[in-house]
């Protein structure tokens, strides 16, 4: 052969074997796939048997019409929606016609405009209806949008539509539509996400088997879950974001490298450790408040160790650290640039601090609330230890109620038989609190990634 | 006109000023209520354990006798449908002898009632109370304070079931004073040498961290027999092998007395390089640039220090966390022995599972993905993941990895079940940390490899991950402490709430006995019992737990600084 030959041969790029480094390490991380399909795919499974079942006896989904419901708050809610729909609809495709519109209320003085953005809490206040306030908001959302808009038209700038604020505001309103000519709403989702009662064992004579008695309004949880969750960021994020600006703003160095230890060392204590500090210390605590708010006439039963307050206490002690530590990465990561234009304006440094590096880091702080509220809702002992387990539907924070992951703790504590339909509704009730921390993360990462990019 | 100028400038001025002060003040109060939290938080829980919560007093260690504690137990008295007893009152006769021999009759009712309940208590003077009340399904104690044993004997009235265990089904329980759960008869297991090891390594590290002129003279009075140090230390170190018997707790001392005479010598060449020099030894700054590598020598002695320092409780014998089982009935004769080899068992499980796999998932992402659609999927959901709350794990665990049929393991409640349920919940928190290591890698690092002709996976193995490895290191030391403390998915997995024997780890798999606990695990229970003396253990528990994530996530934090120094000093 002839030598030039051999040599090539021998030097010829070999072919790669299958079980190469790059393609071992692609199927482990191709393990977060199978454990994010195999998460999905039990909570899902378990969930649908679990309507299905329902379903069998009772309908997938039943509810009453009555037209009547337009001429409630609903039907104003509705009208709202509309309004907002129409005004997105002239922002996007009709732009010209913005012009036509008065300064005055296109961009009005900002106290009027505050007023305004605040007028949406009175009303919830006022009618005690959500849904009127959300819409309101909805609509002044729109309004502040279109004031957006009438100002770049006066400066001649382009911005390309954006649809999803539209089909958003038009499904909204479709559901509002629905919903108030609709009511008693039945059926194995009907029950599920509308009705208050949560009886899954029911006072039935076998209790694996569905029975009539059985009622599974996940709302009475759902309650419970968000009244822990904002009490908890009630605490957690004033106490927080503070720490954060005085570690990033105003702390000596010596006193940073003690007080940051101990955030961390308050984030590394176990969740079961706080809930025995709630139970043991809190809510004794809690208790003498509520015997107090109970003497003045303000709650209507006596108070108890176990109630959602003492809950979102501990849980607002436990999102402190995250709170903090994020915010502070947010704040630290504004440009020097900034603070020092601030001061060189003659700002003092609670100014500048307030007017300049929070309105710049301000992406930064929401995603670590968002977060904070993701975790909130997904804390199981701490709650489940604080908060009691009885699943009730009240407004009455010093009573014992029950949480959604309290549930799963609890109800999974017994003895529970594969497929019987004690064991399944954990698995319902697993997939919509899922679905809530999932929407919460995403939308956080969102946020988070959205200001990464800023600087 | 300026004058009012001036004026408005003034009052300007001053409340702006004041806003400056109560601003800053109020946001130093801010940031200081962590602490303030966390103070109250480890009193709380200190209190229980070591002080009497009802009462407030520090009371001396108990005078605990297992071997004669027996309890009185009605647990299920009979009853008829109206709730009334069936049977008579049971009357017991008690009788001591401590100097002066005493008997007494005490006449017991069970009624129906729940949770109705009334302790007798005997001493010295007598006892209590002659006639009790007691409501169904409770337990109640005889407790003695007396140093002698309480003969009880039934005299009428339905005689109660009797122990499992084998035990006489009446008697007497004794315990004299509160118990101090964590250090009852808590005596020393480690020999002195060990202990001298100990604080000599604790004085070597304070000495070249932050040392003493005179300290340093007395010191440099052994130069010149850096030779003799060296094989003092290693003598040292067999002695206290050979006296420890080759337990643990011994290599860990005489690990402890090599790293001593390493830096003794080290700073002994240190000092005579800078005598040859002719500067002044005791100056600490240039002593500091003299001794070979001493950044490193200092992070392996305080990861050894600390490393010692776990393994404190072996060398302190503690019956709560080492001998005991949890009791049935009696909350001071309970301890957490197999919780604490559940937490070891699960905790070993998960990591062997998770960190090759996790680290290998950061590794691709990291170095070898492009941006692809899968990549992006792949990278959106270990974010996703790690949010994820911890009791869907759980039950992720229950349905693959505890349940049988359907695509699920068959493993059963057992630790394999807990652990890769716990790896799981590992992986994205593993991840996320392995590649923000595996970013922080400069560039210059991968592209000088390149350029002398490396594959890539050479440049990643050989290069770019013993430089990461401490961020990952870091990263899984965190992710395993934040897990060690879960007790959600554990709960959901099936761990028991009594396990009376060591865990074993490959039951699923091999068959036995699947039942399984954990000290997070184990505090929950103990919380949800309603006397207070179950409390008691709970906060030994909590005590337990929080001082093992303690020095968990020391050696995280001395990994971290000491890389972080290295790599920007």
Redesign the interface.
């Known amino acids: 052969m002839d030598p030039m030959e051999r040599l090539e041969k021998k030097y010829e790029p070999k072919k790669t074997p299958f079980f190469?480094?790059?393609n071992?390490?692609?199927f482990?991380?191709?393990?977060?796939?199978l454990?994010?399909l195999?998460?999905i795919?039990?909570?899902l499974?378990?969930a649908m048997s679990f309507f299905s079942q329902v379903a069998d006896a009772r309908g997938w989904f039943t509810f009453e019409v009555d037209a009547t419901g337009l001429s409630s708050l609903g039907g104003v809610s509705f009208v709202l929606l509309l309004l907002a729909l129409a005004g997105e609809y002239i922002i996007q495709f009709k732009r010209d016609q913005l012009e036509r519109a008065s300064k005055d209320l296109m961009l009005p003085r900002k106290s009027i405009t505050t007023l305004v953005l605040l007028s949406p809490v009175f009303v919830c206040l006022g009618t005690g209806s959500f849904l009127l306030a959300l819409s309101l908001m909805g609509l002044i959302f729109v309004w502040r949008r279109a004031g957006k808009a009438y100002l770049l038209l006066s400066g001649k700038s382009e911005t390309t539509p954006d649809r999803s604020v539209l089909y958003f505001l038009g499904i909204s309103s479709l559901a509002v539509l629905f919903f108030s000519i609709t009511n008693n709403y039945g059926g194995a989702f009907g029950e599920f996400f509308f009705k208050t009662q949560w009886t899954p064992t029911g006072a039935c004579a076998d209790r694996r088997a569905l029975c009539e008695n059985m009622s599974f309004g996940v709302n009475s949880l759902l309650l419970t879950t968000l009244q822990v969750a904002f009490g908890a960021l009630f605490i957690a994020v004033?106490?927080g974001v503070?720490?954060a600006?005085?570690?990033s703003?105003?702390?000596s160095p010596r006193?940073v490298a003690?007080?940051k230890?101990?955030?961390?060392?308050?984030a590394?204590?176990?969740?079961?450790?706080?809930?025995?500090?709630a139970?043991?210390?809190i809510g004794p605590l809690v208790v003498e408040v509520g015997e107090y708010a109970f003497a003045q006439g303000w709650i209507d039963a006596p108070p108890n160790v176990l109630n959602p307050i003492n809950g979102a206490i501990v849980v607002g002690?436990m999102i402190?650290?995250l709170v903090?530590s994020m915010s502070e990465d947010a704040l630290r990561a504004v440009p020097n640039e900034l603070r020092e234009g601030s001061l060189a304006l003659g700002a003092?440094?609670?100014?500048t601090?307030?007017n300049v590096m929070i309105q710049a880091s301000l992406s930064g702080i929401i995603a670590s609330i968002i977060?904070a509220l993701?975790?909130a809702?997904?804390?199981?002992?701490a709650v489940?230890?604080a908060v009691g387990t009885v699943a009730v539907y009240t407004s009455n924070m010093f009573l014992p109620a029950q949480t959604m992951?309290a549930y799963?703790?609890q109800r999974?504590?017994g003895d529970l038989p594969?497929g019987e339909i004690g064991y399944l509704t954990?698995?319902a009730v697993?997939l919509y609190?899922?679905v809530i921390?999932?929407c919460?993360?995403?939308l956080?990462?969102k946020v988070l990634s959205a200001y990464r990019e800023a600087y | 006109m300026k004058k009012d100028i001036d004026l408005l400038k003034k009052r300007n001025r001053a409340r702006r000023d004041l806003m400056e002060r109560a601003g800053s003040t109020g946001l130093a109060l801010t940031g200081l209520i962590g602490m303030l939290f966390l103070t109250v938080l480890v009193w709380q829980i200190a209190k229980p354990t070591f002080i009497d919560g009802e009462s407030g007093q520090i009371e001396p260690a108990s005078e605990f006798i297992p071997e004669s504690d027996y309890i009185l137990k009605w647990d299920h008295p009979t009853v008829d449908e109206n709730g009334d007893l069936i049977g008579e009152a049971v009357v017991l006769e008690l009788s001591w002898n401590d100097g002066s021999p005493q008997t007494h009759e005490i006449t017991i009712t069970v009624t129906g009632e729940r949770g109705l309940k009334e302790d007798i208590i005997v001493d010295s003077n007598g006892v209590s109370t002659n006639e009790v009340v007691v409501g169904k399904k409770t337990k109640f104690y005889l407790l003695s304070s007396l140093n002698v044993p309480v003969t009880v004997e039934q005299l009428s009235g339905p005689v109660p079931a009797a122990d499992p265990t084998g035990k006489p089904a009446v008697g007497a329980f004794v315990i004299s004073g509160e118990v101090d759960v964590l250090v009852a008869d808590g005596s020393l297991v480690a020999t002195p040498l060990e202990i001298v090891a100990w604080v000599a390594l604790l004085g070597a590290i304070l000495l070249i961290s932050v040392p003493m002129p005179t300290m340093l003279g007395r010191l440099e009075r052994l130069g010149g027999k850096e030779r003799a140090v060296k094989y003092g230390s290693y003598l040292l170190a067999a002695a206290t092998l050979a006296l420890g018997a080759f337990t643990l707790d011994a290599w860990l001392g005489g690990l402890c007395w090599v790293m001593v005479g390493v830096i003794t010598v080290r700073l002994l060449e240190g000092l005579t390089r800078l005598r040859k020099q002719g500067r002044d030894p005791t100056q600490f700054e240039r002593l500091k640039h003299t001794i070979t590598n001493r950044e490193g020598l200092l992070m392996w002695a305080r990861m050894l220090f600390a490393f010692s320092m776990l393994f404190i409780p072996l060398a302190i014998d503690i019956p709560f966390l080492t001998e005991r089982y949890q009791d049935i009935f009696i909350p001071y004769a309970s301890g957490i022995r197999s919780a604490f080899f559940g937490t070891v068992w699960v905790m070993t499980i998960a990591m062997l599972v998770s960190m090759p796999v996790s680290i290998g998932a950061a590794i691709y992402l990291e170095e070898y993905a492009k941006a692809t659609r899968t990549t992006k999927l792949i990278q959106a959901l270990v974010t996703n993941l790690a949010g994820v709350p911890s009791i869907v794990f759980g039950m992720f665990g229950l349905a693959i990895f505890v349940k049988q049929g359907g695509i699920g393991l068959g493993l059963g409640p057992s630790i394999l079940a807990a652990g890769l349920t716990m790896g799981v919940m590992a992986m994205p928190i593993i991840v996320l940390a392995s590649q923000e290591a595996l970013r922080s890698v400069p560039r210059s690092l991968r592209e000088s490899a390149y350029g002398v002709g490396c594959t890539q996976w050479q440049v990643t193995r050989d290069h770019v991950l013993p430089s990461a490895m401490p961020g990952i290191m870091t990263g899984s030391i965190l992710a395993m402490s934040r897990i060690m403390g879960e007790a959600a998915p554990l709960v959901v997995v099936g761990a028991a709430a009594l396990v009376l024997f060591d865990p074993e780890p490959l039951a699923g798999l091999t068959g036995g006995n699947l039942n399984f606990t954990v000290i997070p695990i184990q505090i929950y229970f103990w919380t949800s019992e309603p006397e207070h003396a179950w409390h008691s253990m709970a906060a030994a528990a909590s005590i337990t737990l929080i001082l093992l994530l303690a020095a968990m996530n020391s050696v995280a934090i001395i990994l971290r600084e000491h890389f972080r120094r290295r790599l920007n000093p």
């Open positions: 190469n480094a790059r071992i390490l692609f482990t991380s191709l393990s977060v796939i454990i994010t195999g998460i795919q039990t909570l499974f378990e004033p106490l503070g720490c600006i005085y570690l703003e105003y702390a006193l003690v007080v230890p101990t955030l961390e060392l308050l590394g204590v176990p969740s079961v450790v706080y809930g025995f500090f139970f043991i210390y002690v402190l650290p903090a003092t440094k609670i100014e601090t307030f977060l993701s975790r809702v997904g804390e199981t002992m489940t230890l992951t799963i703790a999974v504590g594969f954990i698995f697993g609190l899922f921390t999932l919460l993360n995403l956080g990462n």
